[in-house]
Antibody
Framework: EVQLVESGGGLVQPGGSLRLSCATSGFTFNNYVMSWVRQAPGKGPQWVSFIGRSGGGPTFYADPVKGRFTISRDNSKNTVYLQMKSLRAEDTAVYYC??????????????WGQGTLVTVSS | DIQMTQFPSSLSAVVGDRVTITCQASQDISNYLNWYQQKPGKAPKLLIYDASKLETGVPSRFSGSGSGTKFSFTISNLQPEDIATYYCQQYDNLPPITFGPGTKVDLK
C-alpha cells in the first residue's frame, strides 16, 4: 500500500523557517517525481515545487516561493523535504506531498499525504 | 502561465441528477488535464487523468472529455457520497502546474 506521511508543520513567525518532511512507502521511491502542493484556508490547491527522480533534481518552483523554498529528496530514506525560509503570512496553508501516477513524470497525482498545517503568524 | 477557469463555482443537485462541470484553459493544453475530488479535511483524490481516462477504482459514473482549451467533467448519477469540491488541473507547458478554482457540489 502506498503511503505518504508529512511532518514538520506548525506555527512560525513571519520571517522564520520550517522544514517539512514526507516519508513514503509502498512504491519504488527513486522512480518517481515528487511534488509539494499547498492549500490555503478556503482556497484551491496550489502547486509549490517538484523534484526529479535523482537526488540532485531537477527542481522547479512556483514563482511565489522561488528563492525562499528548497525541495530535496533522500532516496535512501524514501523521503522528500521542503525547506522553507523567510516565511510570510501568505504561506499559511496545508502542505501536501504528492506522488506522480506514472514513473516518467506525468505530474498527475495519484497519491497524496494527509497534509501538514503551516501557520505563519506573529 | 496557463490560467484555468471553472464554472459553475458551485451547484446544487438532487441524488440521481447528471452534473456537468466545465474547465477552460487560457491556451491549448492538448489533453494534459486531470480532475480531482476533495472532501473537507481530506487531500484531493484523482478521478480522471489525461482528460478522459478513469483512474483505477473510481466509479464509472464519473467521466471526462475535451481537448485543447475546453474540458468537461460529468457525474452521470449523483450519489450522496459525491458531495465535494472538484478541481481541474493542467500539466502542459510546465512549470507551473495549475489548478482551477474549484466547483463545490452539494445536495439540493
Amino acid at each position: 500500500e502506498v503511503q505518504l506521511v508529512e511532518s514538520g508543520g506548525g506555527l512560525v513567525q513571519p520571517g522564520g523557517s520550517l522544514r517539512l518532511s514526507c516519508a513514503t512507502s509502498g512504491f519504488t521511491f527513486n522512480n518517481y517525481v515528487m511534488s509539494w502542493v499547498r492549500q490555503a484556508p478556503g482556497k484551491g490547491p496550489q502547486w509549490v515545487s517538484f523534484i526529479g527522480r535523482s537526488g540532485g533534481g531537477p527542481t522547479f518552483y512556483a514563482d511565489p516561493v522561488k528563492g525562499r523554498f528548497t525541495i530535496s529528496r533522500d532516496n535512501s530514506k524514501n523521503t522528500v523535504y521542503l525547506q522553507m525560509k523567510s516565511l510570510r503570512a501568505e504561506d499559511t496553508a496545508v502542505y501536501y506531498c504528492a506522488k506522480d501516477r506514472d514513473d516518467f513524470g506525468d505530474y498527475t497525482y495519484d497519491h497524496w499525504g494527509q497534509g501538514t498545517l503551516v501557520t505563519v503568524s506573529s | 502561465d496557463i490560467q484555468m477557469t471553472q464554472f459553475p463555482s458551485s451547484l446544487s443537485a438532487v441524488v440521481g441528477d447528471r452534473v456537468t462541470i466545465t474547465c477552460q484553459a487560457s491556451q491549448d493544453i492538448s489533453n494534459y488535464l486531470n480532475w480531482y475530488q476533495q472532501k473537507p479535511g481530506k487531500a484531493p483524490k484523482l478521478l480522471i487523468y489525461d482528460a478522459s481516462k478513469l483512474e483505477t477504482g473510481v466509479p464509472s459514473r464519473f467521466s471526462g472529455s475535451g481537448s485543447g482549451t475546453k474540458f468537461s467533467f460529468t457525474i452521470s448519477n449523483l450519489q450522496p457520497e459525491d458531495i465535494a469540491t472538484y478541481y481541474c488541473q493542467q500539466y502542459d507547458n510546465l512549470p507551473p502546474i495549475t489548478f482551477g478554482p474549484g466547483t463545490k457540489v452539494d445536495l439540493k
